[in-house]
């Protein structure tokens, strides 16, 4: 056993790209195939195993770093963040009840479900609680790349900015279609109450953030992303990251989640999306100083807001836009570009 562990620790260590992404789709997919390409079991167990195979990243990457950390730190076991996360993960998975009620057939999680699926469920409750326990882990690797899940006041005072990004997107680019007299389908927010659309992006926002996307952070940019951008300049390992993260969605691709037709054709699509939202993200990551808690929001309101506020194709030529100007900004080309969770903060 030991040998084992002491050649996965070599793999760690001298692949951690390759190490990261293998896992990661085999942690993924075993839950994902079974849900969504032969749609196994009743709805509420294709919800549970969707949510725990979207902790595939963060999985993955607690087990890269802690495979690198070879020294062990003595002291007591704190338990107070892994109670955070567990407390967390039952409150959002309680909203998908509201979510039911908006028809949201994707997530619906029957009252009626067996008893099975609720013990599947659990199992997401502890991967949460896991992750955040993170926060406090005695491998100070670990606490470098994911301590920043707790907000400083710096990270609290943009997640307003974050969360009106894409809302701004998308309702600046309806007024300007309105004024060009173009048509477009109306947006989610137009069809309900004012108060029915806050309870839907409130509840929407957080299981996105929480389960449904956002905790795809914890690996991806909390462990990737800084990993990545040790040998390869901001945009180099944002076009990477894009690629394998979207090709990690295959399983959900062919089971039809993201519309009926080919495969490919739908991956290439959503390929347009998803590479610049890794752009974003990565430009979010190196500005705030690794702020794993403003890229788990922000991958949270792109997962629910599109919902609501998305309309006029003209957001589609505003956002390309955007990311170039953030490039450009940000200097994406140059390798010293980049935030090291490991260097010393002076």
């Known amino acids: 056993m030991s040998g084992v562990v002491s050649r996965l620790r070599e793999f760690a260590s001298n692949g951690p790209v390759i190490f990261f992404i293998a896992l990661t789709y085999a942690l993924t997919w075993a839950f994902w195939i079974p849900a969504h390409v032969f749609e196994l079991g009743p709805q509420g167990l294709k919800l549970a195993l969707t949510v725990s195979g979207g902790f595939g990243p963060a999985v993955a990457g607690l087990v890269l770093v802690n495979l690198q950390e070879t020294a062990r730190k003595s002291g007591p076991r704190r338990w107070s963040g892994f109670l955070v996360g567990v407390a967390l993960a039952v409150f959002g998975i309680s909203l998908f009840r509201i979510m039911d009620g908006f028809g949201v057939d994707a997530l619906a999680f029957p009252e009626d479900s067996p008893s ?5 469920m659990a199992l997401p409750v502890l991967l949460c609680g896991w992750v955040f326990s993170s926060i406090q882990s005695r491998n100070p690797r670990l606490r470098a790349l994911l301590g920043s899940l707790v907000p400083d006041r710096r990270a609290l005072m943009l997640a307003v900015p974050v969360v009106l990004f894409l809302p701004a997107i998308f309702l600046g680019s309806n007024l300007l279609a309105d004024l060009l007299g173009m048509e477009y389908k109306a ?3 137009t069809t309900m109450s004012m108060s029915a659309a806050m309870a839907f992006m409130f509840a929407k926002l957080f299981t996105a953030a929480l389960l449904t996307g956002g905790n795809e952070e914890y690996g991806w940019r909390g462990v990737l992303l800084p990993t990545l951008q040790k040998a390869a300049n901001p945009l180099v390992a944002s076009l990477v990251l894009g690629v394998v993260w979207e090709l990690w969605h295959l399983p959900l691709t062919v089971g039809g989640v993201y519309g009926d037709g080919n495969p490919a054709v739908i991956t290439l699509l959503r390929m347009t999306a998803i590479i610049p939202l890794a752009l974003v993200l990565t430009a979010l990551y190196n500005s705030t100083r690794g702020s794993i808690f403003l ?11 599109t919902y609501l506020f998305f309309g006029s194709e003209i957001a589609s030529i505003l956002a390309p836009v955007l990311v170039i100007a953030i490039l450009v900004y940000m200097r994406f080309w140059r390798a010293d570009r980049v935030y090291d969770p490991f260097a010393k903060k002076g």
């Open 116 to 120: 099975y699926v609720y013990a599947v």
């Open 187 to 189: 947006p989610m927010y």
């Open 295 to 305: 890229c788990v929001l922000l991958h949270g309101c792109y997962n629910s807001q």
